[in-house]
């Protein structure tokens, strides 16, 4: 999957917005692209170095995913309790990523429900 592809997919997901909040912490060495639902965090990667994708998890998937999928690892710059890294175009397939894209999503988006 391609970095335009990804980024559609996420926006194509009900209430999602992106930005980018990062950049003065990282003094330009990199640009990391967060999508949120509800205000809250569920996918960020780097726009310049798009190799990795970073989710939130359910805690009790994590160890099967990583046991599973080479590609599954220590999230980048993320609590290891809670976020997973992917890698991209890996033994992870377009399909798998883009299920666990949606499950972050609705992690997310049930826990900060604005009806709760």
Known sequence: MNIEDFR?????LPDVTEATPFEKFS???YTILVFYVNGHMF???N?????FITIKCDPEQMAELK?????IGEPFNGDKRYWISIEVNSDVNDDTL???VLQSYELVKDKYSKNK
Do not use: H, K, P, V
Not at 67 to 71: I, L, N, S, T, V
């Open 67 to 71: 046991e599973r999928y080479q590609a």
């Open 8 to 12: 559609e997919y996420c926006l194509s």
């Open 43 to 45: 996918c960020y990667f």
């Open 27 to 29: 003094r330009g060495r």
């Open 98 to 100: 883009r299920t666990l």
């Open 47 to 51: 726009i310049d170095d798009f190799r």
